[in-house]
Nanobody, 116 residues
Framework: QVQLVESGGGLVQPGGSLRLSCAAS????????MNWYRQAPGKERELVAG????????NYADSVKGRFTISRDNAKNTVYLQMNSLKPEDTAVYYC?????????WGQGTQVTVSS
């Protein structure tokens, strides 16, 4: 059974930091591109960050460049999203995603709320 389980979300003040984790199982994690998406109330789901299977190539939405860092540990089947300098507009449900060709898997999401 494929599982992507996010953790690390919560309430944080503007300017604060959170580290999200996504633990994967049930598929060959090291072969998959891993991504973080988010969906804010009233908005479409958007790609926040992606990382290639090697962990070397990464990409980020312009809105988070310089603030967020995606990383992965293939030995632990885990992908991370370090979020710094958080803004209220970062408030959303954050979803872990795995992709390889036609195969796409999603986690259930974790809530991140940035508010004073």
């Amino acid at each position: 059974q494929v599982q992507l389980v996010e953790s690390g979300g919560g309430l944080v003040q503007p300017g604060g930091s959170l580290r999200l984790s996504c633990a994967a199982s049930g598929f060959t994690f090291r072969s998959y591109t891993m991504n973080w998406y988010r969906q804010a109330p009233g908005k479409e789901r958007e790609l926040v960050a992606g990382i290639a299977s090697s962990g070397i190539m990464t990409n980020y939405a312009d809105s988070v460049k310089g603030r967020f860092t995606i990383s992965r540990d293939n030995a632990k089947n885990t992908v991370y999203l370090q979020m710094n300098s958080l803004k209220p507009e970062d408030t959303a449900v954050y979803y872990c995603n795995a992709g390889l060709g036609r195969y796409t898997y999603w986690g259930q999401g974790t809530q991140v709320t940035v508010s004073s």
